[in-house]
């Protein structure tokens, strides 16, 4: 029991000092990094909060990676730090992965070169209110995963096959046509 009751307070003295009620959102902060032959590596927002002398940011918005050469590269979307929407894009400027979280559920995409979609799944999953400790102290939260749909598509954009939540799966020509389903 005593020992339950250090790591309580200090798992609550830990997250007191990662973030105080103290701290003031003071400014929004655009960022850019360039690469040495002046072109943009990235741009974006930060949430700037101070606390006397102590700063801490916050990535926030939309943050636009590009290549060496100037083109983009990825389009990342943070809401105060967490990552919610990431595209990422080929040399010629077509998206060719997609990733759209939210606080339940998680849509994954790849596309083609063409920009046809080529794969799709939507995860969805639940964590636990409370947390776990684990054999070496080590604290987590059980977080549970179901795949709710997986797709694949032709190139042509056609459908090629479709698996639900409930294990059923069914395979389509690039004309179609279903020719399987199990």
Do not use: A
Not at 48 to 72: A, L, R, S
Not at 80 to 105: A, C, P, Q, R
Not at 137 to 149: A, I, P, Q, V
Not at 169 to 181: M, P, Q, R
């Amino acid at each position: 029991m005593k020992f339950k009751v250090i790591v309580i307070s200090f798992i609550c003295l830990l997250f007191s000092c990662c973030f105080s009620p103290d701290y003031k959102k003071s400014e929004l902060e655009k960022y850019t990094l360039n690469y040495k032959n002046g072109n943009k590596y990235c741009e974006g927002t930060y949430l700037v909060y101070k606390k006397g002398e102590k700063t801490k940011k916050y990535k926030d918005g939309i943050w636009k990676f590009y290549t060496i050469e100037g083109n983009p590269e990825k389009i990342e979307e943070y809401d105060f730090d967490d990552l919610i929407n990431y595209k990422e894009f080929n040399e010629k400027g077509k998206i060719i992965v997609s990733k759209i979280i939210s606080d339940k559920t998680t849509t994954f995409s790849r596309f083609y070169e063409n920009g046809n979609i080529k794969y799709e799944s939507v995860t969805e999953y639940e964590t636990d209110e409370d947390y776990e400790v684990d054999e070496d102290g080590t604290h987590y939260y059980n977080t549970e995963y179901s795949y709710k749909t997986i797709k694949t598509y032709h190139k042509n954009g056609q459908l090629k096959s479709l698996r639900n939540d409930e294990g059923i799966t069914k395979i389509w020509d690039n004309l179609g046509n279903l020719i399987l389903e199990f």
